[in-house]
């Protein structure tokens, strides 16, 4: 581990794209593509459909219903229904996070051969609970990230739309579905980071090296790596973040506008 620790300290975004290319080919960079399109597809629609699920539910308390024009209240709203709904979407999905993180872990040396190839490997190996290896580490990230995400999204888009109300709003979804992907991503990476270390122990026979828990796993990272291995790969992460997020939030407003442009059919009146 160690080693793997000196490694990191001597990588960059173009050393390792080269090393990739070199080590495993260019399709290399699309692997375990497949297991995460499988994992994104449910994890959007449960996020989504459960943040409004969750507003509703809030809406009804007595006090938050007639809050529309108080601003800190409703940001309190959407940032609560925010991390509902990361809670639910992460729970329900976290198999597939598994096994999509070891899938694209996987170097010269193929263990897992594919997404139920893995999660029967998994299964036996490691037990029904290794599915869910590192999920604390996972919900004590998505929780705040989806919170932080929709909230910084609604916000930014409420206000923009208030001020300039003629601008486009596909374009707005993007820009402001970025920015909420900036805000969320520098707020929760070291505990992204964490999550996708603890899911990686017991891969293909690897010895476990974080044993004390979520907090103990913290204070190995900035023992070895010091304080800035914590934010190690927050580069990337941004040059991802920025285009996927606003994309969805962008995706997710183009369909919900389309959806309500279609006439309800005589059966569902």
């Known amino acids: 581990m160690h080693s793997d620790v000196a490694t990191l300290r001597r990588a960059?975004?173009?050393?390792?794209?080269?090393?990739i290319v070199g080590e495993e080919g260019f399709r290399a960079f699309w692997k375990g593509n497949l297991v995460t399109i499988a994992h994104r597809l449910p994890y959007s629609s449960v996020s989504f459909y459960a943040y409004e699920r969750y507003k509703n539910l809030v809406q009804l308390i007595p006090g938050l219903e007639s809050q529309s024009e108080n601003v800190s209240a409703d940001l309190l709203v959407r940032f609560m229904c925010g991390g509902l709904a990361g809670i639910t979407a992460a729970t329900v999905t976290y198999p597939l996070d598994l096994v999509r993180t070891r899938l694209a872990a996987q170097t010269n040396v193929t263990y897992y051969?594919?997404?139920?190839?893995?999660?029967?490997?998994?299964?036996r190996e490691?037990?029904?609970l290794g599915l869910y290896k590192g999920l604390g580490a996972t919900l004590l990230g998505v929780g705040p990230s989806i919170a932080i995400s929709f909230s910084v999204y609604e916000t930014l888009r409420s206000s923009w739309q208030l001020q300039r109300p003629d601008h486009s709003t596909?374009?707005?979804?993007l820009a402001c579905g970025s920015l909420s992907g900036i805000a969320s991503s520098t707020a929760t990476f070291p505990i992204d980071l964490l999550r996708r270390r603890m899911q990686?122990?017991?891969a293909a026979g690897r010895a476990r090296v974080y044993k004390t828990g979520v907090f103990g796993a913290f204070k190995h990272i900035i023992r070895t790596e010091g304080v800035r291995g914590l934010y190690r790969g927050i580069l990337p992460e941004y040059y991802k973040v920025v285009?996927?997020?606003?994309?969805v939030f962008?995706?997710?407003e183009t369909m919900k506008?389309?959806?309500?442009?279609?006439?309800?059919s005589d059966n569902y009146k």
């Open 12 to 19: 960059s975004i173009w050393h390792e794209a080269s090393r």
């Open 113 to 123: 051969r594919g997404i139920w190839h893995a999660l029967r490997t998994i299964s």
């Open 126 to 128: 490691e037990g029904l």
């Open 170 to 173: 596909v374009l707005v979804s």
């Open 200 to 202: 990686l122990e017991g």
């Open 243 to 247: 285009p996927s997020v606003g994309i």
């Open 250 to 252: 962008m995706t997710y």
């Open 257 to 264: 506008k389309v959806l309500s442009d279609i006439p309800a």
